[in-house]
């Protein structure tokens, strides 16, 4: 896996992006994005959400708080447990894109 | 056991169920690095979102739904749902978009409710919505999405008020009528009052009568009856006599070459309307009873609409009739013009409100429904010293199963509006108090999913009606619309009623 490679998932989203994690990957999607990486919690709702942690709760508060037709990023370690996810009101309705970047490749 | 789920590895797979546990199968039916497009809006909670998978594997998950367009088109303007619906159908139109196999059955819109139904019942898997099939002053236009258009605030009329006889011919029917008690005197004016009929003679066994009608609606009074039935001077006959008296006088009528219309009912029980249906059958007349509530705006309207599938497949019906006779009407009819206690007589009358009134009820419910009465039960009370009943129950079992309650009473005080109503798989008509449809069916000049109104009118014209129609038949050479048959029909489910009656069982309706 890339921070290349993630960027790429983002696609058109990768305007405002926010980095949920703190590890290697996390770090080089950071440094990649530079203008396009969302630091303030208090401005806009980012148009995509790369989430690095491997935890389901990230993912579904990611989809709450990406902006509406943005992208969740699923990156770095892959969650072991399923999710509880409401895709009807977080997903289905606002066009939002959940997409995966193996933590191999 | 393997689903075959895995081995699908489709490129795109699109969740249309709008179950929210689908998820799981929707991703695993999709390829490495595959896409699944949630179209279907999924209620509820997912509570198996397998990430593991969707990461490891490169799946995109896709909320596809039209409001993001809406949000899309805001941002960026331009008309993106547009774009998409002209790229779908220039797809449909060139071939890309094969569609032919998701089209189904063509619903008219107005209809929906009753698409759904089907499709819940699985009578259809597949079916879409017609547009074209809408009047054109109910179709969208433009931008206007989400505005219907203003439904008509009353209800609607459906048919012509008064049906014009459908005849082709020329000529005028010459008419006899024998009795000019009340019936007869109704007859008479029906007579003068049709375009294609002339009242010529007139006849009654008690003096004076004959002269009273004749002097208010013209024609001769005679003073016998073969006199009135002279194929010199009259075509057609109507009988305005005693029920015992109908198939006797059906026979004289037929063998004389006359044309006949009896006041209902067609004999004094069925045996006797049998063989007044024989005579006329072998001489060669034509032979009708007199039911003119067909003839009606509302009954018309109704028939016209059950014959195009407004009420579907029959499920059930309910008359409930009522009347106030007075002691007098027993041995003198309403009026008391002539006095003679016949209708009060079993032999004379064959029964009492069941044949007397009822008859008019039952024959409504068989044009209307084209439907067969297999099987009557009844209960019937009859006053203490009287040989007619004054109220009767009866239950009718239809072919197909459908059932009705027929329920008449002749001495009910104050005579509360009656009532009459049919239902079927798809609607339901009201004739009393109120005419009027409900039907999940889209007909012309009716409101799916309303009641719509049924034309009304008084009860004045329906005899002349009755008449116009009878007149032009026998000019026209052509059956009656009140066959003998369909008559005969009504009589034995009568028959049924009075011998469950007395049997105090449920008995089979013989054939007619």
């Keep these: 896996m890339s921070a290349q490679q993630v960027l790429q998932a983002l696609g058109s989203s990768a305007r405002r992006v926010e980095v949920v994690g703190e590890g290697k990957l996390a770090e080089e999607v950071r440094l990649l994005l530079g203008a396009a990486l969302q630091q303030d919690p208090a401005a806009a709702p980012p148009t995509g959400v790369v989430v690095a942690t491997g935890d389901p709760a990230a993912v579904a508060a990611a989809l709450v708080r990406v902006d509406d037709l943005g992208t969740v990023v699923l990156a770095g370690a892959a969650p072991r447990e399923p999710a509880v996810l409401d895709l009807y009101g977080d997903l289905h309705v606002r066009g939002l894109v959940l997409v995966g970047v193996p933590s191999a490749g | 056991m393997s689903d075959g789920l895995d081995d699908v590895a489709a490129a795109v797979v699109v969740d249309a169920t709008g179950d929210a546990e689908a998820i799981g199968p929707a991703l695993r039916a999709a390829r490495d690095g595959g896409t699944v497009v949630l179209l279907g809006s999924p209620r509820g909670v997912s509570p198996d979102v397998p990430l593991r998978d969707l990461q490891e594997r490169r799946l995109r998950l896709v909320g596809a739904?039209?409001?993001?367009?809406?949000?899309?088109?805001?941002?960026?303007?331009g008309d993106p749902f547009g774009a998409l619906a002209r790229a779908f159908l220039e797809g449909v139109a060139s071939g890309r978009v094969p569609a032919h196999d998701l089209s189904g059955e063509a619903t008219d819109p107005r209809e929906v409710g009753l698409m759904y139904a089907r499709l819940a019942a699985r009578e259809l898997d597949r079916?879409?919505?017609?547009?074209?099939?809408?009047?054109?002053?109910?179709?969208?236009?433009?931008?206007?999405?989400?505005?219907?258009?203003?439904?008509?605030?009353?209800?609607?009329?459906?048919l012509p008020a008064s049906p014009a006889p459908a005849r082709t011919g020329a000529g005028v029917l010459r008419f006899a009528v024998l009795g000019c008690g009340d019936v007869g005197d109704a007859h008479a004016r029906a007579v003068a009052r049709a375009r294609n009929?002339?009242?010529?003679?007139?006849?009654d066994a008690v003096p004076g009568l004959a002269e009273q009608v004749a002097s208010r609606h013209g024609g001769t009074a005679v003073p016998q009856v073969e006199q009135a039935l002279d194929p010199d001077r009259v075509d057609?006959?109507?009988?305005?006599?005693?029920?015992?008296l109908h198939a006797p006088l059906v026979t004289q009528a037929a063998r004389a070459g006359l044309h006949v219309v009896v006041e209902k009912p067609l004999g004094v029980d069925l045996r006797a309307a049998r063989r007044a249906a024989l005579a006329a059958e072998r001489t060669g007349v034509l032979l009708s009873v007199c039911f003119p509530y067909r003839y009606g705006a509302g009954p018309a309207a109704a028939r016209a609409l059950a014959v195009a599938g407004a009420l579907g497949p029959l499920r059930g019906a309910a008359v409930v009739f009522h009347a106030d006779k007075p002691a007098s009407y027993w041995v003198g009819g309403f009026s008391g013009r002539a006095t003679s206690p016949w209708r009060a007589q079993r032999d004379r009358a064959g029964g009492g409100v069941m044949i007397m009134n009822l008859t008019h009820h039952v024959d409504l419910l068989l044009h209307l429904t084209g439907a067969v009465v297999e099987q009557v039960a009844a209960v019937a009370r009859t006053a203490p010293g009287q040989e007619v009943e004054e109220a009767i129950a009866a239950t009718l079992t239809f072919t197909g199963g459908a059932v009705a309650t027929v329920i008449g009473s002749s001495s009910t005080r104050g005579a509360p509006p009656s009532r009459l109503e049919i239902w079927g798989e798809l609607g339901t008509l009201q004739l009393e108090p109120e005419a009027r449809l409900w039907t999940e069916r889209a007909l012309p000049g009716v409101v799916p999913g309303r009641?719509?109104?049924?034309?009304?009118?008084?009860?004045?014209?329906?005899?002349?009606?009755y008449v116009e129609h009878f007149a032009a038949a026998v000019l026209d050479g052509r059956p009656p619309d009140v066959s003998a048959q369909q008559a005969l029909a009504v009589q034995a489910v009568v028959d049924a009623a009075y011998r469950s009656v007395a049997s105090g069982r449920p008995e089979a309706v013989e054939p007619a």
């Design chain 2, 197 to 203: 009929a002339e009242l010529v003679l007139l006849a």
């Design chain 2, 451 to 465: 009641w719509n109104a049924l034309p009304e009118d008084g009860q004045d014209d329906v005899r002349t009606a």
């Design chain 2, 236 to 244: 057609a006959v109507i009988l305005a006599v005693p029920h015992d």
């Design chain 2, 127 to 158: 079916v879409h919505l017609d547009w074209t099939m809408l009047p054109p002053a109910q179709r969208l236009s433009g931008r206007r999405l989400l505005r219907w258009p203003a439904l008509p605030e009353t209800t609607c009329a459906v």
């Design chain 2, 65 to 77: 739904h039209v409001s993001a367009l809406a949000t899309q088109a805001k941002r960026e303007g």
